[in-house]
């Protein structure tokens, strides 16, 4: 009863407000009227079309325009409505990047029929989504306005993670497949937030609701003597910026031991403390773990040691202990490596007593929140642009940014029509 009295009542208001705008002629602006390519287009009747609305399908007439010049029409009421996205109104088109950024295309639509009642196809919400999504990235690019509180302490981290590709997307790259092929392309990620809370141990833990996301597949690298930020520092910069983060009284990176994490940091943030994530450091000693022992008990403990060295800042210790590894293991020669590399940034002690949060996956979790649960999903194949659309779309939605970048839409189209 209760779906069956919603669906009266939303076909009753749908044929009142269709009956209210097709009453309506004022959109007829005369025999001519100039197109945009510069021409004039004539008046051709009025041409009926089906929108979907947040009410169901509405049918609409509305005054139509042709212009011989460039050969195409348009209607001005469609402007003035914002009805000129997939045959969508702006509501539907709402609820669509809503879904989208969260779910994939097929399961949004499913959830659009179930919950709102309205009619898109998977195909229609991949469009409009992935549109929606290219307009989010182009304006992050110009909107750098300032958001949120600044926190004596602020974290930024970076991480990168891979998205599978289509093989159009990837051809002539060199990847880490067997025969030196690429099937995915790697998406970086810039993620800050605050550790103001402390648990029942007075240690800094991750404010609820204070993380913010930045992403996009594109380079970290730009040639020494190029006086440009690369793309992604670029987007790294944005983001500090909205976020206040070079205000903070104290600032610290956190990554893992990847060159271009801490090139970036060093270029952007030389005041910031530098921490490599303790997660990934630990996964590190893991997967050695795991390599010289399987999985075995002996292989555990020998694991939790290295972690118990690791968190007491007795490194020496831990290299002896992959020294006598490094002969027989390559993994561990390059365990060692990483772990000379990043010395500095693994004093967890010292940044312990400093009431540092060193990471127990913030970072990591940040890749698999905004990357990993969309993109990389069974049967999901990506072009560059159509993955960061998503990414745009998707990073918005989870920072926060999605109702303030709808509100700035909607004005910008009344403005224009
Ligand atoms: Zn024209």
Known sequence: MEMAARRQALRLAA?????????????????????????????????????????????????????????????????????????LTPGVLRMTGSAAALVSFEESSGLLRELAG???????????????GAEIAVEEHQQVEKMGEVAPTMYLGMDGTGVPMRSSEVANRAGKQADGSAKTREAKLVTIWTAESRNEQNKPVRDPGSVTYSAAIESAATLDTSPELSDFAARVQREASRRGFTEAQRQAVLGDGSAWIWNTATELFPQAAQILDRFHAKEHLSQLGKVIYGDSPEGKQWIQTRYDELDEGRLQSLVEALHRHASQYKEARDCIHY???????????????????????????????????RLKRAGMHWTVKGANAIIALRCSKLSGRFEGFWERRSERKQAAA
């Not at 004093?347 to 698999?368: D, I, L, S």
Request: with cysteine; net charge positive; hydrophobic share 30%.
């Open 15 to 87: 044929r009142a407000l269709e009956q209210r705008l097709n009453g309506d002629s004022s959109d007829h602006g005369g025999a001519e009227l100039p197109c945009p390519c510069g021409g004039s287009a004539q008046y051709h009747g009025r041409h009926g079309k089906t929108f979907e609305s947040a009410l169901g399908p509405l049918h609409l007439q509305r005054a139509y325009y042709h212009c011989k010049q460039c050969e195409s029409g348009f209607c001005p009421r469609d402007r003035a409505l914002g009805l000129e996205s997939f045959s």
């Open 118 to 132: 309205v009619e898109v196809s998977a195909k229609q919400v991949e469009r409009a989504a992935e549109a929606l």
């Open 339 to 373: 772990i000379w590399k990043n010395r500095r940034r693994m004093r967890y002690p010292k940044f312990h007593q400093q009431n540092f949060c060193t990471g127990t996956g913030v970072v990591e979790a940040g890749c698999k929140v905004v990357i990993g649960t």
